[in-house]
């Protein structure tokens, strides 16, 4: 199989993402436009080696695409219940879904289910990580807690908010989390030992949806986020301070994504059925210390 290249990225309508492709000359062209959810695309998740596509309708099915071609490689589903999340195994050979009824399933990419873990471990409207060495699963097991579940050891830890948590994100060095909470903040913990509240971010708007956050820059120095006002947040990680917000969007910035290989580009998704792709004109986020920047935007091919 022709392997697909890394300045592949997306933007979307509900049901259908769209592919763009980066050039070098910083030119954006449509790549692909992918067909087959019935409802709309609620979560898309890379793989590790960036080849291959995961999306998750909303409480209906996974579906693994090849980035390169564009083809729909494999459906994975389970008989009359809808799957909620995807999340990767680190060796890009099986993931971890969220199923309706509140149990968690591992899946490999021929689409056996693996292995499945029941009981009230995740909520409806949850995200998930998986650690590197795919012993420890985080999710949401209720409305203000976050379960951290060692499944090899069998021990369970928690992080409890006195608020509604509405979406978390796993640093890199899987010893922070990014934790999105009712009252329009944003909660680092601390979690390589007993969870620890570290440091609190604030700023974007969020009152009616699930907005998502996420580490970005080297070391993750920097937290972006979506927000309800249409912007994309940035906050230096270690002072908490805002250092940037992008505009752009015409509907609320529900997610982010910073690029794992390009530490100067961020992607946005929208209640516009658009994703923006946001590159550095100024700043170098390859530096830790970098406190001010700029971004250029791309989305179906027009710079803005």
Request: some cysteine.
């Amino acid at each position: 199989m022709q392997r697909g290249n890394n300045s592949l990225r997306g933007c979307w309508d509900p049901s259908s993402p769209r592919w763009m492709k980066v050039h070098e000359h910083g030119e954006v062209s449509l790549r692909h436009t992918l067909k087959g959810h019935q409802k709309p695309v609620a979560m898309v998740a890379w793989s590790p080696d960036d080849f291959y596509l995961l999306s998750c309708g909303i409480e209906e099915v996974v579906r693994c695409w090849d980035v390169n071609t564009g083809e729909s490689l494999y459906v994975y589903e389970k008989a009359g219940l809808g799957l909620i999340s995807c999340v990767w195994s680190a060796d890009g050979k099986q993931f971890f879904s969220g199923v309706t009824d509140r149990s968690i399933s591992l899946w490999d990419l021929q689409g056996n289910e693996v292995e499945h873990w029941k009981g009230n471990r995740i909520t409806k409207n949850s995200d998930m990580a998986v650690a590197k060495d795919s012993k420890q699963i985080i999710t949401m097991c209720r409305e203000t807690a976050i379960l951290l579940f060692d499944r090899e050891a069998r021990i369970e830890k928690l992080i409890e908010e006195d608020q509604t948590i509405t979406s978390f994100a796993l640093s890199k060095d899987e010893e922070f989390l990014l934790v999105n909470v009712l009252n329009q903040e944003i909660h680092l913990w601390s979690i390589s030992d007993v969870p620890k509240l570290v440091t609190k971010y604030k700023g974007h708007r969020r009152s009616r949806f699930v907005i998502r956050s996420c580490f970005g820059g080297l070391g993750q120095a920097f937290i972006a986020s979506g927000s309800e006002d249409s912007q994309v947040y940035i906050w230096h990680r270690p002072t908490g301070d805002l250092i940037q917000t992008l505009s752009g969007h015409s509907g609320a910035v529900n997610c982010v994504s910073w690029n794992p290989t390009n530490l100067q580009m961020l992607a946005s998704g929208s209640d516009d059925h658009t994703i923006r792709i946001w590159g550095s004109t100024r700043v170098n986020f390859k530096r830790k210390d970098m406190l001010s920047n700029g971004f250029v935007c791309h989305c179906n091919g027009v710079s803005k």
